[in-house]
């Protein structure tokens, strides 16, 4: 029941969130809109890549930032955008399929040396460091997208630019 509520949860956040990052212009990779924000580019790249953290959380018993060397994905155009998202979400989906019940629970770590960030069952990682990170990443991706004038597509009940 646990591995099934999640993969449906995680399918239609996925759905959603790529609703989104196919209307990312290539032309604006590099706009933000505050000097302290992201470039459009480096939100969506982002986005598409914290699908991986399902895979990261499934696969592994933590990630520790002082011992992994960790460089953020880059997309440099639309088409590497949309590989990266397509690419961690088969990926995530696969892992979460074949995923055990025991294996959602089992404890997973996100440190940096000695510093504990998140100390979870695997489950509720995916959750909040997949799933709601995603959900929040992708509300600030619709301001930038409004803010160039991109139609927004309905979410969770229509736009002003799109009927749900």
Do not use: C
């Not at 990052?21 to 982002?46: C, D, N, Y």
């Not at 709601?132 to 160039?148: A, E, T």
Request: proline share 4%; no cysteine; charged share 25%.
């Amino acid at each position: 029941m646990l591995k099934q509520s999640l993969i449906a949860e995680f399918k239609n956040e996925s759905a959603l969130t790529k609703k989104i990052i196919e209307r990312v212009p290539e032309q604006s990779f590099g706009w933000k809109p505050h000097e302290k924000s992201m470039t459009l580019g480096r939100l969506a790249t982002h986005i598409s890549e914290l699908l991986s953290f399902v895979t990261l959380a499934l696969t592994t018993d933590e990630l520790d930032f002082a011992t992994r060397n960790y460089k953020p994905a880059t997309a440099e155009n639309h088409q590497q955008l949309m590989d990266l998202f397509n690419k961690n979400y088969d990926s995530a989906l696969q892992h979460l399929e074949e995923a055990t019940d025991a294996a959602l629970l089992k404890k997973w770590v996100l440190r940096n040396g000695d510093r504990i960030l998140v100390d979870q069952p695997a489950g509720v990682v995916i959750t909040n460091l997949s799933i709601k990170h995603i959900v929040h990443h992708r509300g600030q991706l619709s301001v930038y997208l409004r803010l160039l004038n991109v139609p927004l597509p309905s979410i969770y009940g229509p736009s002003a630019d799109e009927a749900f």
